[in-house]
């Protein structure tokens, strides 16, 4: 079973393209920032498939949702291995 979280709408949309272009099975997908709290904050798209919370020129803000990561992680009885790009 795999958590996917994505926080941009732009990248979000790829990520679910890839999964079903490919046919891959249990995969969850989260429009949503992982955060150390639930709240919605304020996100800087840099137009490729980056972004940033703390402020950059020229980048384009949007609000997104965010997830407290230990509660997802206090969900799973059992974790293999935990990706993140940050």
């Keep these: 079973k795999i ?3 994505e926080p941009s709408p732009l990248v979000f949309k790829a990520l ?13 997908l989260y429009s949503k ?8 904050l304020e996100f800087n ?9 703390y402020a ?10 965010a997830v407290n990561v230990l509660e997802i992680l206090d ?3 059992k974790i293999h291995f935990i990706k993140m790009d940050i």
């Excluded at 920032?33 to 919605?40: D, F, L, S, Y």
């Excluded at 840099?46 to 940033?52: F, V």
């Design 33 to 40: 920032a992982i955060w150390v709290k639930n709240e919605t």
């Design 75 to 77: 969900k799973e009885s």
């Design 3 to 5: 958590h996917a979280f």
């Design 16 to 28: 679910e393209q890839n999964i079903k272009s490919n046919k891959i099975a249990n995969v969850q």
């Design 45 to 53: 798209e840099e137009g490729a498939d980056a972004g940033s919370i």
């Design 56 to 65: 950059v020129s020229d980048t384009k803000k949007i609000k997104v949702d």
